[in-house]
């Protein structure tokens, strides 16, 4: 029917149309909906990840900053997830797979059923489903941190759901003591390498000087 709007899909996704969706969608939709820092509290961060697709915008976009600067109570910043690590993105880690088996169970025959399905699956999404992710997201920096920024680790499994039911599903995951210890040393080291380094450059600083002494 004449009039009537067409649903089509983004045949390519540009720098341009992910600046305007993050512009006009995302940063709107967290002003709306997050919460403000009370009086005599702390000011809310707002991180907005990106992995490192080509079209995604810059952390020090103009337009982005130009958009969050000066909200009241409230700190909007983006960052870029490190490459090749979808195992430190909730999106990957789980919460995509969770939603697009929701929206699977729907019969889809067009662009626009498409759409409905995936909305209608965000929106019955049980945030308990969320929250169980993150806390995987968590352990896994455990892991990460163990072994030294690597990814020689196997998904760690914390029994979510009998916890759930006993009442002791943490909201926040603590760093572990093994993961503690490997920052520690490695800290040690690189500060070590660190003073080594600068040692070399006094004495290389100071045989320039001699050499430069001499040939005069």
């Known amino acids: 029917k004449k009039g009537t709007p067409e649903l089509k899909p983004v045949v390519s996704v540009t720098k341009e149309k992910v600046r305007s969706m993050i512009l006009e969608q995302i940063v709107p939709a967290i002003i709306d909906k997050f919460p403000r820092r009370v009086e005599g509290g702390f000011t809310p961060i707002v991180w907005i990840q990106q992995d490192n697709a080509g079209p995604h915008i810059n952390p020090d976009d103009k337009a982005f900053l130009d958009k969050v600067r000066g909200i009241d109570g409230l700190v909007i910043k983006l960052e870029t997830q490190p490459q090749m690590s979808p195992d430190l993105n909730v999106l990957d880690l789980g919460f995509f797979n969770s939603l697009q088996s929701l929206h699977y169970k729907k ?110």
């Open 107 to 216: 019969l889809c025959q067009t662009y626009k059923d498409l759409r409905d399905n995936v909305l209608n699956a965000f929106a019955e999404y049980k945030y308990e489903s969320l929250s169980n992710i993150f806390l995987t997201l968590q352990s896994i920096y455990n892991e990460v941190i163990k072994a030294k920024g690597g990814n020689k680790y196997k998904l760690p499994h914390r029994n979510k759901k009998k916890l759930v039911k006993e009442g002791r599903l943490p909201m926040n995951l603590s760093i572990e003591n093994e993961a503690l210890e490997v920052m520690i040393k490695h800290k040690s080291l690189l500060n070590k390498k660190q003073k080594e380094a600068t040692e070399k450059e006094k004495e290389r600083q100071m045989v320039d000087s001699v050499i430069e002494k001499a040939s005069v």
